[in-house]
């Protein structure tokens, strides 16, 4: 089965081509960088032939209000409208949980407006809904830390790893089209407080977390339950410490040394 991954070189699109490959099926790695672009429509109608299924794991390269709502728009607009021409049978594209819980950033806007334009499409399509990857924790941090101090609600929050992302939307590609949303989620629950804080210590960064129930998650206050999916949510297996220990594992931990010169016996 031809597979079309659209954003094919990104987190998840790399993870998603190489799982697809690993399971005998033809996956196109579809990006900028391999001549595809979904906003300009360039490479779009040649990568699209005899495929079966197109996977959208793109995102923005900007995150301003308007740019990244245009990008989502003309994007999907442009992928529903080639593959209909292209008598493609699946559209499957990964947004986040509780995005209309979201919206008061631009980005989940984005992704509601995305969302919503797959929903009116005569397309068959499957949206999966992934809660927050471990490789986007830091990123989270990042974005609320001032100095020394990084300001998180105690909000609750079930991440996963990319590699599960990968694998579930592998998986859904395989089957017929749900015509609606699945969600998929990490193995357990954690405050994102108590997240950030597990986080740092693993990484010995000496920031401290204070709990703020005004603290923000993306530049936005979030209510105890907004992040997290539902029971019926598929779940992945990696736990975070173990993410924490392998992904530690593969962080260069010195600039690379000088190779030792050895003097050459006679
Ligand atoms: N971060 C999270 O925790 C989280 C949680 C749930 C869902 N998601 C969703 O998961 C999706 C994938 O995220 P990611 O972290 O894997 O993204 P990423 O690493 O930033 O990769 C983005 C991909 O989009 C491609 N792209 C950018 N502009 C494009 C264009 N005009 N046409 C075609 N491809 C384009 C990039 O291609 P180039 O390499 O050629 O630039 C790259 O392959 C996003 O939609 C995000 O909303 C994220």
Known sequence: MKIVVIGGTGLIGSKLVNNLREHGHEALAASPKSGVNSVTGDGLANALKGASVVIDVTNSPSWE???VLKFFETSTRNLLAYEAAAGVGHHIAL????????IESGFFRAKLAQENLIKGSKNPYTIVRATQFFEFVKQIVDYSTEGDIVRMPPALIQPMAADDVA????????NTPVNGT???G?????RLDELARRFLAARQDPRKVISDPHGR??????SDTALVPDN?????ETRFETWLTQSASQIPTALP?????VAEVE
């Open 65 to 67: 209000d308007t740019e």
């Open 95 to 102: 947004s986040v949980v509780g995005t209309e819980r979201l």
């Open 167 to 174: 694998s579930a939307v592998a998986r859904i590609a395989t």
């Open 182 to 184: 699945i969600e998929i």
């Open 186 to 190: 990490g193995p357990e629950q954690f």
């Open 217 to 222: 998650y993306y530049g936005i206050e979030v």
């Open 232 to 236: 019926n949510a598929r779940l992945g």
């Open 257 to 261: 040394q000088p190779t030792p010169v």
